[in-house]
């Protein structure tokens, strides 16, 4: 059985640091949907030559439709203000303005790394665990040298 329900993941830029978590899943559940993620990663063909229009045309329809769904805030108005309508050009976009790619985004990830810590000594360190790799990633995505060691990360 096939589950019809389309899972709608939200972002309201409140935290560049959950734009790639939501870029993550937005890809995923597109993918799932028909390759809809298509319309994100190319501009897809929509001229009268193109033999795939008709089908272009919807996935770009869809995956529009789905980051007016899904953004609230700067993020929808960042969709909301290109002239285009195109998926491809807002995603761009988006990840111009929120994917960490700058030094105020690596100064922002190192404050959370350095400030992340256990809430409660009883607590499941897991939990902390996985925040911690989540920040030291998102480094690696910055610049491949960001990203601390298994060694650095213990310290």
């Known amino acids: 059985m096939v589950d019809e329900s389309l899972q709608i993941y939200k972002f309201d830029g409140s935290g560049k640091i959950d734009f790639g978590r ?5 890809l995923a559940v597109a993918a799932i949907k028909g390759g809809i993620d298509e319309a994100y990663l190319n501009d897809l063909d929509i001229t009268a ?21 899904a953004l609230d805030g700067p993020p ?6 290109s002239a285009t309508k195109n998926p491809f050009d807002a995603w761009n976009d988006l990840l111009a303005i929120y994917e960490p790619s700058t030094i105020e985004a690596y100064s922002q990830l190192l404050r959370e790394l350095e400030n992340c810590s256990m809430e409660d000594a009883y607590e499941d360190p897991a939990s902390w665990f996985y925040w911690l790799d989540i920040i030291n990633r998102k480094l690696g995505q910055i610049d ?12």
């Open 49 to 69: 030559a193109c033999p795939d229009r008709a089908d272009n045309l919807k996935k770009r329809q869809l995956a529009w439709n789905y980051l007016i769904v």
């Open 144 to 155: 491949a040298t960001y990203k601390k060691s298994e060694l650095e990360m213990i310290v």
């Open 76 to 81: 929808l108005q960042v969709v909301l203000s």
């Open 22 to 26: 939501w870029k993550m899943k937005t």
